[in-house]
């Protein structure tokens, strides 16, 4: 007996739970990663024309070492490259009229389905897109100056607000205020209030609206859900080399990395597995 309990001091079994390489788990439910595409380099700008399921993103041409952008159907996985535009780094899906704007070196365009291309609307020839953003209009920003803009109505002019606010990204939630981000953080910029707040001191690469409004960004090393009413920003998942995000019409979330696209979808799969081992340390 005394023999036994020696041997017990010494060996014990301990469990541990690890996470499925291709699972996630977001507001602890389970997500399996399908990836989408692949092979493509620095996929940034993400977003999603829902009448149409198509994804359209910019990325860097191997070849020529310059930006271009690509769509991708969610439905078929139909994939190609938009032509017509130079230097397309940015782009926006107008939902109620359906019109896709990209952005390029040298202004805004109009994507067509028909042909695949893209023409220049002229709204402003001598500016280089950086982001877009549509909400009642079509807001963007420029590089290198990160002066943020809206067209509407067929005018542009400054967002007034940010006059004086260098902006590389821009958005717009449910009630009308605007969250922008440039190398300080992320803001929330209050219209009824006139008021401007700190949501995040991370370095933000993407932002995005789902169907219903509600904003979500991406970092380096992670995805976030922005609350409008707290205005508190809920970390839906860590991960490295994330390039930017969007969400499905169905909520299914989307996000680039280095070289691929990749969609997390609901599984009722367990993203755990349990292990054990022997230990030789005292029970």
């Known amino acids: 007996m005394m023999k036994f309990l ?14 499925r390489p291709n699972c996630l788990i977001i507001r602890n439910r389970s997500y399996e990663k399908e990836v989408l595409k692949v092979d493509i380099k620095s996929p940034y700008q993400l977003s999603i024309d829902y009448d149409t399921n198509t994804l359209f993103f910019s990325y860097t041409a191997r070849k020529e070492e310059m930006f271009q952008i690509a769509y991708l159907s969610l439905k078929t996985n139909e ?14 899906v107008d939902a109620k009229h359906s019109i896709v704007y990209m952005g390029g070196e040298d202004g805004i365009y109009k994507f067509h389905y028909q042909n695949k291309t893209a023409t220049n609307l002229n709204i402003r020839n001598n500016v280089n897109i950086w982001q877009m953003f549509f909400k009642d209009g079509l807001y963007f920003t420029t590089y290198p100056e990160e002066t943020a803009f809206l067209y509407k109505k067929k005018k542009v002019d400054v967002v007034p607000e940010f006059v004086n606010i260098k902006t590389m990204l821009i958005a717009v939630n449910k009630d009308g205020n605007m969250v922008y981000a440039n190398s300080s953080g992320l803001f929330v910029y209050n219209k009824l209030r006139m008021t401007t707040s700190l949501l995040d001191t991370a370095v933000v690469n993407g932002i995005t609206a789902d169907i219903d409004g509600n904003l979500y960004f991406s970092t380096p090393t992670g995805v976030y859900y922005i609350n409008e009413v707290t205005n508190e920003v809920d970390e839906l998942f860590k991960m490295e080399n994330i390039y930017g995000v969007a969400v499905e019409g169905n909520g299914d979330i989307i996000y680039a990395t280095e070289d691929s696209i990749i969609r997390l979808k609901p599984t009722k799969e367990e993203c755990y597995y349990d292990q054990k081992w022997l230990s030789n340390e005292s029970i």
């Open 6 to 19: 020696i041997l017990l001091s010494f060996f014990a079994v301990i469990y541990a739970r690890e996470i």
């Open 79 to 92: 994939y190609g490259v938009v032509s017509g535009i130079h230097g397309g780094f940015a782009t926006a």
